[in-house]
């Protein structure tokens, strides 16, 4: 299990320990975060669960796969550090993740 921080455009912080194998967007659906719609349910096929991974967690969060490049390309406001929740497996390595959501997900 990890501690994952969702913080909002206007800052506002939520922690919830989320279940190892679990990912990132099912965590967030779980505790009712808002700007997390994840209309496809985590099948990769949208980008409604877009968040920027806070600086020193993105190396750990795993890299992007093609179809994840290819949606957040159709992102509003991608990033560098932009990442589908829906791809990023939480496990016991991830204890302490910062993600951010997006100004137009809110």
Not at 5 to 29: C, H, L, P
Not at 33 to 60: L, M, N, R, S
């Amino acid at each position: 299990m990890a501690k994952i921080t969702y913080i909002d455009f206007e800052g506002t912080e939520r922690t919830f320990d989320v279940s190892n194998g679990s990912s990132v967007m099912q965590g967030a659906i779980d505790n009712g975060v808002p700007g997390i719609d994840a209309d496809c349910g985590g099948e990769c096929a949208c980008a409604t669960c877009h968040v920027y991974v806070q600086g020193e967690w993105f190396g750990k969060v795993g890299d992007r796969g093609e179809m994840e490049d290819s949606l957040l390309e159709f992102a509003e406001a991608p990033q560098d550090n932009s990442r589908l929740s829906c791809q990023i497996e939480v496990s016991d390595a991830l204890n302490g993740l910062v993600v951010r959501t997006p100004e137009h997900q809110q």
